[in-house]
């Protein structure tokens, strides 16, 4: 079933996000903005954390999650230690709310209008895997640049 997929890429690129936070030897440079990287890893975990929170947890899941995408970008200086916590509960959300979904469910539209048009709800889980994949790309590349 595509959320028994979708759940274990996700799960196991929020562990690859997890260990990028962890690797940081000096915390502040998760936060460091360098040349023309506009988004530390720092902003870019609690972008990811938000994202899947809302268009997972919130949308599908019914947990009530409410996403300040401003401050995901905003915020600075959060402990490493409390990105790695959200990272954590994101991982926890996923695997609670993906399995359940039924296979029908996933060819409707997805209850939000996100995209330029609707599209299904199997089509924007996959566009939210790809998303994770792409800023922890960036994360990875920044920890190596700054770090």
């Avoid at 962890?22 to 975990?45: F, H």
């Avoid at 995901?72 to 959200?86: D, G, T, V, Y």
């Avoid at 979904?101 to 060819?107: D, P, T």
Wanted: proline fraction near 3%; charged fraction near 25%; charge should be neutral.
């Amino acid at each position: 079933m595509l959320t028994t997929v979708l759940s274990s890429i996700i799960t196991r690129d929020l562990q690859k996000l997890k260990l990028e936070i962890e690797s940081y030897k000096d915390e502040s440079n998760l936060w460091r903005i360098e040349k023309n990287i506009a988004n530390p890893a720092g902003n870019l975990c609690l972008h990811l954390v938000g994202n899947l929170n809302l268009y997972i947890g919130a949308t599908l899941g019914h947990t009530g999650y409410r996403r300040d995408r401003e401050a995901e970008f905003a915020l600075k200086n959060i402990p490493k230690s409390e990105l790695i916590k959200k990272i954590e509960a994101t991982i926890a959300m996923v695997n609670q709310v993906l399995p359940n979904l039924k296979e029908e469910f996933l060819l409707e539209d997805y209850p939000l209008i996100v995209l330029k048009e609707k599209t299904s709800t199997e089509f924007f889980l996959v566009h939210l895997t790809a998303h994770l994949s792409y800023h922890l790309g960036q994360v990875n590349y920044h920890r190596r640049l700054v770090d």
